[in-house]
């Protein structure tokens, strides 16, 4: 029943190795997103997809490739890990395409990564 | 340019009294939404509460309120009778009409509920 699930939610992994991130919503929205929270709790977006099309990007090193199947579910594949990667990453969905200021985001639980 | 600024890296409050956290935020938008997260240890984001630009009234849901002061551009959190589940990272953020995809988010309050 969970609105908004990523996995896994701790990821530990060596430097230079490829990893991905998997997240799927039930919610029936259009738009998904993924975030980055930082070590300082400091969270920035990174991408955003409406119905499969990339619609935010956000000067993130192109190691990082968003992909989204479908409306349903948006994955986050990240190339040649760096140390300067971990952090905490959640994905997120809203309904609409920004056409109204009140659409809240709906969360996942975070995946926790660590390079090491 | 900071967006949104919460200038109280932590708070302690007394169980069951009140506590505000500040937020102040940026825009030339006319039209924008302000919300509050709340991100207990665990680390799952919970959505509390939200102001639009143009709401009269200001927001409550249950023990929150929010203290919205369009003048000053500010959006303070106000939670009433504290428990001891409100220990937490409170995050104050805004998402633009212009530029509604994005929800920027501000770098957060630790509060402490004290027994």
């Known amino acids: 029943d969970t609105a908004v699930s990523q996995t896994p939610k701790y990821l530990v992994t060596q430097m230079g190795n490829d990893k991905s991130i998997k997240c799927e919503q039930n919610?029936?929205?259009?738009?998904m997103y993924w975030y980055k929270q930082d070590s300082k709790k400091f969270l920035k977006i990174m991408f955003s997809?409406?119905?499969?099309?990339?619609?935010i990007n956000e000067t993130v090193p192109n190691r990082f490739s968003p992909k989204s199947p479908d409306k349903a579910h948006l994955n986050l594949h990240i190339n040649s890990l760096e140390l300067g990667d971990s952090a905490v990453y959640f994905c997120?969905?809203?309904?609409?395409?920004?056409?109204?200021?009140?659409?809240?985001?709906?969360f996942g639980s975070g995946t926790q990564l660590s390079v090491l | 340019a900071q967006k949104i600024t919460q200038t109280q890296p932590g708070m302690f409050v007394q169980e069951k009294e009140a506590v505000t956290l500040d937020c102040t935020y940026d825009?030339?938008?006319?039209?924008?939404?302000l919300f509050w997260y709340k991100q207990p240890s665990s680390g799952e984001m919970i959505f509390l509460i939200y102001?639009?630009?143009?709401?009269?009234q200001n927001a409550t849901e249950g023990r929150y309120s929010l203290n919205f002061q369009k003048a000053r551009k500010s959006a303070n959190l106000v939670i009433s009778a504290s428990q001891l589940g409100d220990s937490a990272m409170y995050f104050c953020?805004?998402?633009?009409?212009?530029?509604?995809?994005?929800?920027?988010f501000g770098a957060g309050t630790i509060l402490r509920v004290k027994s």
């Open positions: 953020a805004m998402r633009e009409g212009l530029n509604g995809n994005k929800l920027v």
């Open positions: 997120a969905s809203s309904n609409s395409f920004g056409q109204t200021t009140n659409e809240k985001l709906f």
């Open positions: 102001q639009g630009s143009y709401d009269q």
């Open positions: 825009t030339s938008d006319p039209s924008y939404g």
């Open positions: 997809y409406n119905n499969k099309e990339l619609i």
């Open positions: 919610l029936g929205h259009d738009t």
